[in-house]
């Protein structure tokens, strides 16, 4: 694994490095309250970045188009941004963080789902 397959899965493993020991944490402290942002930097960062870091191991054509370096690039600032956003959103500190993690999030995705498309005959 190489390139950006290696960048995205690179980073999963990092996230649940990072998400897991926030895991226990949580345990060891009995306070919860902060499990939503936890949970999505296991469900985003470790599960989705896994699943693309494997797509773009499979299907090369995908990797090596330009789309893949914006798609990563988008991923990363939507995680970077969601993940303090919720818990800012959890302390009622402020939203803004959140909602613009949660539109970076989504946009990688869609960018993530018209390199599927184009490259569906590879
Ligand atoms: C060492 C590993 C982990 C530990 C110790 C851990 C610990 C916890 C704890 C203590 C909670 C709060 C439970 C509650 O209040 O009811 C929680 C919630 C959660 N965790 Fe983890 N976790 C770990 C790994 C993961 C991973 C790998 C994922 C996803 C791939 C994940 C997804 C979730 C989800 C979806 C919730 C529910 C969040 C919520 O209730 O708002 N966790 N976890
Ligand atoms: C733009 C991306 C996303 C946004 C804005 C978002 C937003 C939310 C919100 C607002 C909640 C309710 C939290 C609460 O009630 O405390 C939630 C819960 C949840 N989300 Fe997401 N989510 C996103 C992506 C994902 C992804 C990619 C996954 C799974 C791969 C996921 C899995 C879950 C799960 C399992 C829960 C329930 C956790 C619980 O039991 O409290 N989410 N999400």
Redesign the pocket.
């Known amino acids: 694994m190489r390139g950006i397959s290696f960048w995205f899965f690179g980073l999963a493993v990092l996230c ?1 490095l990072i ?2 020991g926030w ?2 944490q ?2 060891a402290t009995h306070n ?1 309250d902060l ?2 942002a ?2 999505h930097l ?2 985003i960062g ?2 989705g970045f896994a699943i693309a870091g494997f797509y773009y191991h499979l299907v090369p054509a995908a990797a090596d188009h330009w789309l893949a370096r914006v798609h990563f690039g988008v991923a990363v600032l939507g995680l970077v941004l969601i993940v303090p956003g919720i818990v800012q959103a959890l302390q009622q500190t402020g939203e803004t963080l959140a909602k613009a993690g949660s539109v970076l999030t989504l946009v990688s995705m869609v960018i993530f789902a018209v390199t599927v498309v184009k490259t569906r005959a590879s």
Do not use: C, E, T
Request: zero cysteines.
């Open positions: 649940a998400g897991m895991g226990i949580m345990s919860h499990s939503p936890h949970a296991n469900l470790w599960v």
